[in-house]
């Protein structure tokens, strides 16, 4: 079963507004981290937000806000005031709290445009 | 410098011959992953080292591939036999922690661009 789903087509977004990516996850166990990538053309991931299973608050760092909802098994990605620079693939990302091997486990990613 | 290095950035291999991708992590991290990226895929793990030991190679798709970090820093992936299925963007990504604090995000580098014709 896949466990990071990442189902949208690619996104487009107008310049300074704000756009949400979804991505819904599996796992079993009750501890988990939830993390979201950005993937530019050039080919780095650049990490930009974590959301760990135990914590209350969404997260937020910057432009970036993570909706998460527990029950429903979502972390959407929500960036606010959409940049040029924020053209990317995105891809959201789970570690399951396995003890010493913390591997991320990706999505197949989105792809999002921001039109000027 | 302040980042993950991946050397080379683009390898071009003809079938059947043996290749080796450096990976130079950031100074002090002690935890170092390696992940295969199809296009138009997320990365998939390969294997993990915690310092100079390999903890997880369950990723690793065939024996033609191993992965070494013998003094705790750099690390290599070597493919052995290169295969067409083998093409791909090879990402390499440390973190400080050992891996047990789950919240400790990975740093990845510019990946190595591989190419098998």
């Known amino acids: 079963a896949q466990k990071i789903t990442q189902t949208q087509p690619g996104m487009f977004v107008q310049e300074k507004e704000a756009v949400t990516l979804d991505c819904t996850y599996d796992t079993s166990d009750q501890s988990y981290g939830l993390f979201w990538y950005k993937q530019p053309s050039s080919g780095e991931m650049i990490f930009l937000i974590y959301q760990g299973s135990y914590d209350e608050q969404n997260a937020t760092e910057g432009r970036y806000s993570l909706n998460f909802q527990k029950a429903r098994k979502s972390a959407n990605l929500v960036i606010s005031a959409s940049q040029l620079g924020d053209s990317a693939m995105y891809f959201c990302a789970m570690r399951e709290d396995t003890g010493a091997n913390s591997k991320l486990t990706f999505g197949k990613g989105i792809t999002l445009s921001v039109r000027p | 410098g302040a980042g993950v290095s991946q050397s080379p950035r683009y390898k071009v291999a003809k079938r059947g011959q043996d290749v080796a991708l450096r990976c130079d992590p950031i100074?002090?991290?002690?935890?170092l992953f390696w992940y295969q990226q199809a296009l138009g895929q997320g990365p998939e793990f390969l294997t993990y080292f915690q310092n100079e030991a390999q903890l997880d190679k369950s990723g690793l798709p065939s024996d033609r591939f191993f992965a070494e970090r013998p003094e705790g820093s750099v690390s290599t992936l070597k493919i052995q036999r290169t295969q067409q299925e083998d093409s791909a963007v090879y990402l390499c990504?440390?973190?400080f922690g050992t891996g047990v604090l789950i919240n400790q995000p990975q740093h990845f580098g510019d990946g190595t661009r591989l190419s098998i014709l």
């Open positions: 990504a440390s973190s």
């Open positions: 100074s002090g991290h002690v935890s």
